[in-house]
């Protein structure tokens, strides 16, 4: 792992930004690569048998900044719809509803947790 050239600097508050850029996410031989490469359908409209390609590769369980569940966690394909409803499902902090686009309506979702999952503290560094 390359040392930081910017320390000293402004700390990025979110520094998973930059994760999403490193070629262990999106290189060759990256996650994002080798999810699309082992699912190319987005799931969720899987779900409604709808073949929809993928193309965001989104964590199933949010990782929230945390490089284990970042680098380590399960992954899913989504369609870049399907993947902003996720989104603004975890900003909103509620659950999902079912909407006209075909959003999951599956509960075992963590993220439909919307929270703190109990006994695990947030990740400190
Ligand atoms: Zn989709």
């Not at 659950?95 to 075909?102: K, L, P, T, Y």
Request: net charge positive; glycine share 12%; with cysteine.
């Amino acid at each position: 792992m390359p040392s930081p050239t910017d320390a000293g600097g402004a700390k990025s508050p979110r520094p998973w930004l930059d994760w999403y850029r490193d070629q262990r996410w999106r290189g060759p031989n990256g996650r994002r690569i080798k999810q699309l490469a082992a699912e190319p359908w987005c799931r969720f409209h899987a779900k409604r048998g709808e073949r929809v390609k993928a193309t965001t590769v989104d964590h199933i369980e949010p990782h929230r900044g945390d490089p284990d569940r970042f680098w380590n966690g399960a992954l899913q394909s989504l369609c870049h719809h399907c993947h902003s409803a996720v989104k603004q499902s975890h900003e909103a902090g509620r659950r999902f509803g079912c909407d006209a686009a075909g959003a999951p309506t599956d509960p075992s979702h963590p993220w439909f947790e919307g929270g703190k999952r109990s006994g695990k503290a947030e990740g400190e560094r």
